[in-house]
């Protein structure tokens, strides 16, 4: 498969893309249109157009706009979860076209829901909304032991960490989970972010945590801060 876009090491010179065809692309994640923003996926690399073109241009740069809506209010979590599913769904069009080409994610997060703990919509979410962003993310599931968390980042050679909690009773959980990836000598390479329905900035402070984000949409955006992407 030949590819128009901006690679520097492609022969191929770049060809003008009709950017109403993008915009549309643009338009259905943002509407969380699962059915056309494959269809237009799978259309535009059938006529070649650089994975990367439509991923940088029109798919990231739609996640951050409803990322901004439910920030602001003007959208709630069903939106944000019908956006999640469409660009999960282009993501398995264009995934492997970008590991063939070798492109890299933008960055690494492992993310489960810790020890004792067996909810996982938010986890879901903010694991789909970090895929939209460009980041390849190992879901660990539920119930994740602080060994699991460790063993993780070895096996992976992630950069952050993200731990979900949803019941009171498993706070202690993700305090465990930070210790244990402290005492492992693997603390220094990674930035441990957490989140859920209890947790608070002062809680992420008192257990050595990193970060903390009440939203998937600000899950993200601290993910991105932590390795200094804009």
Do not use: W
């Amino acid at each position: 498969m030949k590819f128009v876009g901006t690679d520097k090491n492609s022969k191929i010179e770049r060809e003008e893309i009709p950017m109403d065809e993008l915009k549309k692309l643009f338009d259905g994640l943002v509407a969380g249109n699962a059915k056309l923003v494959r269809s237009i996926t799978e259309a535009q690399l059938a006529q070649g157009v650089d994975p990367n073109v439509l991923l940088n241009e029109q798919m990231i740069p739609a996640m951050k706009e409803i990322g901004k809506r439910f920030e602001t209010g003007d959208c709630y979590v069903p939106e944000l979860l019908m956006s999640a599913r469409a660009m999960k769904g282009a993501l398995e069009l264009i995934r492997p076209l970008l590991a063939e080409r070798g492109t890299e994610p933008v960055g690494r997060v492992v993310i489960g829901t810790v020890l004792g703990d067996l909810h996982d919509i938010g986890k879901n979410l903010v694991a789909s909304m970090l895929e939209g962003g460009g980041f390849e993310v190992i879901d660990l599931g539920v119930d994740v032991t602080p060994e699991t968390f460790v063993d993780a980042v070895r096996e992976h050679n992630v950069g952050i960490v993200a731990m979900s909690a949803l019941l009171t009773t498993t706070m202690g959980s993700m305090k465990t989970a930070v210790a244990a990836i402290r005492s492992s000598g693997v603390r220094q390479d990674v930035k441990i972010m957490i989140g859920g329905a209890p947790i608070t900035r002062q809680f992420a402070d008192e257990i050595g945590a990193d970060g903390y984000s009440d939203n998937a949409s600000g899950a993200v955006a601290l993910a991105r801060k932590f390795l200094g992407i804009t």
